[in-house]
């Protein structure tokens, strides 16, 4: 691990008070622990925002009473980081102490790397059963990005550090240089996404660049996911929904390259068929998401305009094509 690497430490918290004892501990107990802390609280605070002063000059703390959504609160957050990387962790996040020191490591031995993920497991609700959470995102031939093994029991699956088509954002330390490089309009997180496929969208934008992304797996942590694959859908408030259908169309809008893609139209109608019937069926509220898309179609417009502007003028290699493979191997 490089010397010279500093880190500071960023999350979000909203109606998650109960989160934050055990994730200060987390951090805390880290082999390599953060330089600093930002904090960005949306919504109602709940008594969270004198806990966190109470920790002084340790933790920036931010607070948006209009809860003006998790990538606005997360750019806040990265506005504040004056160290060379950046960790940015979900509060229902456990990291094993060495996670971050395993992180920084992949920076000094790797070229070209702009974030370093581990192995996140989530508990699978039978008692001492452990299930994959995240290894790295993975590409399925209808352009769907989801997170690689997910569900799979065992933790031994994935164990070869490897460039990915992403990492989750729930624990990913990212080169501030990297993120700061692919803003759109100074912006790391594209805001209208407001929640729920953000971390997609900036990972396709730094391959795009020709910056790559690391799973580690010797680098572990647990992720008490709030939207899990395996949940039922209804248990997810509506809102939640309707902008997670609505940031597919945005990638697709933004990311989605004739040349590359074309082989894809095929997988896509028939996905596309099967999700608007299933939506018309069981879930008719949530497809206020299509509009939603809709009303953003120029913007989208233009930041693709702008980034392939911007990988042109770089003359790199192009890495925005992702690989097709197996959720599990």
Not at 73 to 93: E, R
Not at 113 to 139: C, H, K, Q, Y
Not at 173 to 188: C, Q
Request: a neutral charge; proline letters at 6%; charged letters at 25%.
């Amino acid at each position: 691990m490089s010397f010279d690497s500093s880190i500071t430490a960023c999350f979000v918290l909203h109606e998650s008070g109960e989160d934050l004892a055990p994730l200060l501990q987390t951090l805390e107990g880290q082999t390599r622990p953060p330089d600093h802390l930002v904090a960005c609280v949306n919504g109602p605070e709940g008594g969270v925002l004198e806990r966190l002063r109470a920790l002084g000059d340790k933790v920036t703390v931010l607070h948006r009473p209009e809860n003006p959504g998790f990538s606005t609160a997360v750019n806040a957050c990265l506005d504040h980081v004056t160290t060379s990387h950046v960790l940015l962790i979900n509060p229902d996040v456990e990291l094993d102490p060495d996670y971050i020191g395993r992180c920084l490591q992949v920076f000094d031995e790797e070229e070209r790397v702009a974030g370093v993920s581990g192995l996140l497991l989530r508990p699978s609700g039978r008692e001492g059963v452990e299930t994959l959470d995240t290894a790295g995102f993975v590409t399925q031939p209808w352009m769907r990005i989801v997170d690689r093994g997910s569900g799979a029991e065992g933790n031994d699956i994935f164990t070869e550090r490897e460039s990915v088509v992403g990492v989750c954002a729930a624990a990913t330390v990212f080169r501030m240089d990297s993120l700061r490089e692919v803003a759109e309009e100074g912006r790391v997180l594209d805001e209208d996404f407001w929640m729920y496929k953000e971390d997609q969208d900036l990972c396709i934008r730094l391959r795009e660049i020709g910056q790559r992304l690391i799973f580690e797996p010797s680098a572990r942590g647990r992720h008490r996911r709030g939207w899990a694959p395996e949940m039922r859908r209804t248990k997810i408030g509506l809102k939640l929904r309707q902008h997670s259908l609505k940031n597919r169309y945005l990638i697709l809008l933004k990311h989605w390259r004739f040349r590359e893609h074309i082989w894809t139209l095929p997988f896509l109608v028939g996905f596309e068929a099967f999700l608007f019937t299933a939506l018309v069926l069981r879930e008719p509220k949530t497809m206020k998401g299509y509009l939603l898309a809709l009303r953003l179609v120029p913007r989208m417009l233009e930041k693709r305009r702008a980034l392939m502007k911007r990988v042109q003028g770089l003359g790199r290699e192009y890495l925005s094509r992702p690989p097709t493979i197996p959720l599990v191997p």
